[in-house]
């Protein structure tokens, strides 16, 4: 049973453009989300992540937006570089409520090939 | 953000052998989790573990297969014992901490083949 989702295997963008990276999931507990990024012989390193209390959370080239009733989350980078070329992992957790700390267990989709062209 | 290091950072084995992954953290973790990434798969939870008790094991592994440590508050140990080929995965370490509750961090990865 897949959790969460990550229906598109890969993404080719032009540098510049933007990059949308979506992800679905199906368990209503879920109440955390996060992005990460993984070069190859790298581990994840953390993106961005939002609350489910929020529709929108923004840092610098990145922004991920949640539609709860859709159970769908995106993540926009803006502009593309050819340095964000990597895999993008979508992940989530069920930690309790607005500001729980019960440091939720991550949930992973499979992962999005990002292909940034100069 | 903080630095995790393993230990060792890729190992070719043979069938039926065991290795120890060790994660080092340097700073104090509240939780820390052990996760396998199979060739061409996402991240799947091994286990949780514990400081001072046993590991939590998620479904479909078990303690004689991957026996867990965690002797303090920065150290965890990973075996995978009696190896065999389907084992090939990059192993990888993740901690929350004490600083910054909401994110896991993760370290670099243990790229294991079976032979």
């Known amino acids: 049973d897949q959790q969460v989702k990550q229906n598109s295997p890969s993404l080719s963008v032009q540098e510049g453009r933007i990059s949308i990276l979506n992800c679905d999931y199906t368990?209503?507990?879920?109440?955390?989300f996060l992005w990460y990024k993984k070069y190859p012989a790298e581990g994840p390193t953390f993106l961005i992540s939002?609350?489910?209390?929020?529709d929108k959370n923004e840092d610098g080239r990145f922004t991920v937006f949640l539609n709860k009733s859709a159970k769908h989350l995106s993540l926009h980078i803006v502009p593309s570089q050819p340095g964000d070329s990597a895999v993008y992992f979508c992940?989530?957790?069920?930690?309790?409520?607005?500001?729980?700390?019960?440091?939720?267990?991550?949930?992973f989709g499979q992962g999005t090939i990002l292909t940034v062209h100069p | 953000s903080a630095v995790i290091s393993q230990k060792p950072s890729r190992d070719i084995c043979q069938r039926g052998t065991s290795l120890t992954i060790q994660c080092q953290v340097d700073?104090?973790?509240?939780?820390m989790f052990w996760y396998r990434q199979q060739p061409g798969q996402s991240l799947t939870l091994i286990a949780t573990?514990?400081?001072?008790?046993?590991?939590?094991?998620e479904s479909g592994f078990v303690i004689d297969k991957f026996p867990i440590s965690r002797p303090n508050l920065t150290f965890s140990t990973l075996t995978v014992s009696n190896m065999s080929p389907e084992d090939s995965s990059i192993y990888l370490c993740?901690?929350?901490?004490?600083?910054?509750?909401?994110?896991?961090?993760f370290g670099p990865g243990t790229r294991l083949t079976v032979l």
């Open positions: 993740s901690a929350y901490l004490m600083s910054r509750t909401d994110t896991q961090y």
């Open positions: 368990n209503s507990m879920f109440d955390y």
């Open positions: 939002i609350s489910s209390i929020k």
């Open positions: 992940a989530a957790s069920a930690r309790g409520g607005a500001g729980g700390t019960s440091y939720g267990k991550l949930t």
């Open positions: 700073s104090q973790v509240t939780m």
């Open positions: 573990a514990n400081q001072g008790s046993e590991a939590t094991y």
